[in-house]
């Protein structure tokens, strides 16, 4: 039960770094528009995001605001109620964090504060919130397929302990 408390602890840590920074955003990058960080590479770019990822859903704050929030309180429960490993503890959490970090954005603002351009590819500008969301769905996703993996491999050697065979000779 600490354990969970703690993720809990640490996702709230995630929000008050992603809204800390999502603040220094407004007040430093808004008058101006973007820095340039590392020229055609990276700058910081003041944009506010009325949808969720690469704008999708744009202007249905009601709906987003509902689904992110369904969505979170089950992540919740997941963290507080469900055994797991500190690979997927860690993933948990991570969404959890990113995922009120652009909540609290859409509730407040109805956009959401974005500010990291990425120049050498055409790709949607984001935040930290949203970093930590991907890495946690990357994580949990390796995490499931290594999980798979590994059971997979140990009913193969169950079953050739036990001696039952596949049908294939």
Known sequence: MIVSFFSVLVAAVLVAVDQLIKQWATAVLQPVGAITVLPGILELRYYLNDGMAFS????????????TSIMLVCVLLVLLLRKMGPWERISWTLILGGGIGNLIDRFLNGVVVDYINVLFVNFAVFNFADIC?????????????YDSF????????????????????
């Open 133 to 145: 969301i991907t890495a946690g769905v990357i994580s949990l996703m390796a995490w499931v397929l």
């Open 150 to 169: 590994r059971k997979e491999k140990a009913e193969m050697s169950s079953d050739q302990v036990n001696g039952v065979s596949d049908g294939t000779n």
């Open 56 to 67: 999708m859903l744009a202007g249905k704050q009601t709906l987003l605001i509902a689904m």
